[in-house]
């Protein structure tokens, strides 16, 4: 199971799903980086000083993020119109199981057709 960092626009249902899952995942609101617009170069920054991956939707940002450098602990993107936590929780899992040394990696977990 994976070890992550859930930036603060990832809802709390999805944080538990992944929990429920055994995904150990930290929130920016419960590591008290939250609301305070924190750049998200500053975000990924923190959770590569913590050794876990960021979980976002903010793909765009992210993905220019990692084409500046690979130099992170992983970055795990989703998309942000699935009204179904629990189904793109299990999504996410499939996709760390998938990836398991996800460092310097951006994964994509996309919406199924």
Do not use: W
Request: hydrophobic share 40%; net charge negative.
């Amino acid at each position: 199971m994976a070890d992550l960092y859930a930036d603060e626009d990832v809802p709390r249902p999805l944080v538990e799903h992944l929990r429920a899952l055994g995904h150990d995942v930290l929130t920016a609101l419960e590591d008290r980086q939250a609301n305070q617009s924190i750049p998200d170069s500053d975000v990924l920054a923190r959770a590569t000083s913590l050794g876990r991956p960021v979980l976002t939707h903010n793909r765009k940002d992210f993905k220019r993020l990692h084409a500046a450098t690979s130099a992170h602990a992983g970055i795990v993107s989703c998309t942000r119109d699935d009204a179904n936590p629990e189904a793109l929780a299990a999504r996410i899992d499939g996709a760390l199981a998938a990836n398991p040394d996800i460092a310097g990696q951006h994964i994509r977990v996309n919406k199924p057709a």
